[in-house]
């Protein structure tokens, strides 16, 4: 399950990338427009930025903007940028990946055959699926449940 920092951050560069005739936005406007709560938003807009997602301009005139085009972000950097490595088990991890305490034989062992198995799945989707893609998703969806007709009296 991934953290609230990285749905609000789905949701906050969502708001972003969908609104068509802004490029600069504020922590105030994102926060309003997606229902997240703003002190919480700009450590998550920091953490953005610092990933190379975001850009941002301090003073009159600042704010934050995608530093590079929707289709170019991948759903993976954003759960990444707040969740680490999305490996179910450690001795997946990226970083010096040990055995399980509890696992004898790590070459052998069943659970991480299959959570091996898992991450790649996982690591697949996320990497593959842009914040453009994840959005033309949602308004595709959003189109079809508008185009249903109730018969329900």
């Not at 600069?24 to 610092?50: C, D, H, R, W, Y």
């Not at 069943?110 to 898992?118: A, K």
């Not at 989707?125 to 949602?138: E, F, N, P």
Request: with cysteine; proline share 4%.
């Amino acid at each position: 399950m991934i953290s609230m920092r990285s749905k609000y951050a789905l949701k906050a560069l969502s708001v972003m990338a969908s609104t068509k005739d802004k490029e600069l936005f504020l922590i105030v406007e994102i926060a309003q427009i997606g229902n997240i709560p703003k002190k919480f938003l700009e450590t998550i807009l920091l953490t953005m930025k610092s990933q190379g997602i975001l850009n941002s301009r301090k003073g009159p005139g600042g704010g934050y903007w995608l530093a590079k085009a929707p289709s170019t972000i991948t759903i993976g950097s954003i759960v990444r940028a707040f969740e680490g490595d999305l490996a179910p088990v450690q001795c997946l991890g990226s970083s010096s990946s040990p055995a399980c305490p509890e696992c004898s034989d790590k070459a052998t062992c069943g659970t991480r055959l299959v959570m091996s198995d898992v991450h790649d799945a996982v690591t697949a989707i996320l990497d593959s699926v842009t914040l453009a893609d994840m959005l033309q998703r949602s308004e595709f969806e959003r189109q079809k449940l508008s185009q249903q007709i109730d018969f329900a009296i």
